[in-house]
C-alpha cells in the first residue's frame, strides 16, 4: 500500500512538473522569436519571458476553474489577452507591438 501511494505522488507531482516545464518551453519559444524579430535585448527578452510565463500559467488556472461555463472562460481570457498586450506594450514600446503585430498576421497567414 505505501509503495502504491509513493507511486502514486510521483506520478502526479512527475506531471506537474511536465506540465510546468511545458509551459516555460511555449514562454521561451515566444520571448525568443519576439526577441529576434523586434531586435530585443537581454534584459527585455527575460522580462517578455516571464509575461508569457505568467500568461499561460493563468490562462491554464481559468481553464481549470471555468471547465464548465465556456462563455466566462472566453470572457476571462480575453481580458487576460487585453492586459497581455498593454504588459508587452510596456516593455517593447508601442511601435514595437505594431511591428509584432503585423509579424504575427503574415505568420498566420501563411500557415492558413
Given at each position: 500500500m505505501n509503495?502504491?501511494?509513493i507511486l502514486f505522488?510521483?506520478?502526479t507531482f512527475s506531471f506537474s512538473v511536465f506540465s510546468q516545464d511545458k509551459l516555460q518551453d511555449r514562454a521561451k519559444k515566444i520571448s525568443d522569436e519576439m526577441?529576434?524579430?523586434l531586435s530585443l535585448n537581454d534584459k527585455d527578452s527575460e522580462k517578455i519571458y516571464i509575461i508569457q510565463l505568467k500568461r499561460f500559467i493563468d490562462a491554464k488556472k481559468i481553464r481549470n476553474i471555468h471547465k464548465g461555463d465556456k462563455e466566462l472562460m472566453k470572457t476571462e481570457l480575453k481580458k487576460m489577452q487585453g492586459k497581455l498586450w498593454q504588459n508587452l506594450k510596456g516593455v517593447v514600446g508601442k511601435d514595437n507591438m505594431k511591428l509584432w503585430g503585423m509579424y504575427k498576421k503574415t505568420i498566420n497567414?501563411?500557415?492558413k
Open positions: 509503495k502504491l501511494l505522488f510521483s506520478l526577441t529576434t524579430v497567414k501563411k500557415n
